[in-house]
T-cell receptor, first 112, second 113 residues
Framework: GDSVTQMEGPVTLSEEAFLTINCTYT??????LFWYVQYPGEGLQLLLK?????DKGSNKGFEATYRKETTSFHLEKGSVQVSDSAVYFC???????????FGQGTELSVKP | DAMVIQNPRYQVTQFGKPVTLSCSQT?????MYWYQQKSSQAPKLLFH???????NEADTPDNFQSRRPNTSFCFLDIRSPGLGDAAMYLC????????????FGQGTRLTVV
């Protein structure tokens, strides 16, 4: 079945460092891909999305490109801030039923 | 202007005492989902409604039930909560079954004592 694999956390960075969180997927067909962010004690918020190969999703300085050849959707940000500390989930929308399938999440901690 | 609202944010219930969590939406979306999220884990889909069509995940325990009386509201009933049911419960909506994003509420943190 469809699945998502993320790099394990926690990831600890200094403020203004470059961020990469790796995400790869296995799916039938051409799923849509998403990054969600979860702040402590809160629900999930959509960060960005891409619906077809080579699409780049971007929001709040975060970017991710849908790479079909490598089945990847890595999250990047050029300069992280303390306020970016959260758990980040990569997800795909299955072509079979459309339900969201999540990766295991990566906790990011940004230190001043 | 919250779009998916879950009540309450925090719920404490006794072992074995039925509890209901509620979710409402102002987006007029067709699909509503209930997820269970335990500490440091990914959300796990329990079930979803497409309009009135109920879809249960194969591994969702019978202890969990759901009701959707109208488009805007959806309820999660836990008939006999056990200690293992303590978790964050997330409600989400989406426009359709297709590959559209889901919008999440803030969640209800359930504690079982």
């Amino acid at each position: 079945g469809d699945s998502v694999t993320q790099m394990e956390g926690p990831v600890t960075l200094s403020e203004e460092a470059f961020l990469t969180i790796n995400c790869t997927y296995t799916a039938t067909g051409y799923p849509s891909l998403f990054w969600y962010v979860q702040y402590p004690g809160e629900g999930l918020q959509l960060l960005l999305k891409a619906t077809k190969a080579d699409d780049k999703g971007s929001n709040k300085g975060f970017e991710a490109t849908y790479r079909k050849e490598t089945t990847s959707f890595h999250l990047e940000k050029g300069s992280v801030q303390v306020s970016d500390s959260a758990v980040y989930f990569c997800a795909l929308s299955s072509t079979q039923g459309g339900k969201l399938i999540f990766g295991q999440g990566t906790e990011l901690s940004v230190k001043p | 202007d919250a779009m998916v609202i879950q009540n309450p944010r925090y719920q404490v219930t006794q072992f074995g005492k039925p509890v209901t969590l509620s979710c409402s939406q102002t987006l007029n979306h067709n699909v509503m989902y209930w997820y269970q999220q335990k500490s440091s884990q990914a959300p796990k889909l329990l079930f979803h409604y497409y309009d009135k069509d109920f879809n249960n995940e194969a591994d969702t325990p019978d202890n969990f039930q759901s009701r959707r009386p109208n488009t805007s509201f959806c309820f999660l009933d836990i008939r006999s909560p056990g200690l293992g049911d303590a978790a964050m419960y997330l409600c989400a909506t989406s426009r359709g079954r297709g590959q559209t994003e889901a919008f999440f509420g803030q969640g209800t943190r359930l504690t079982v004592v």
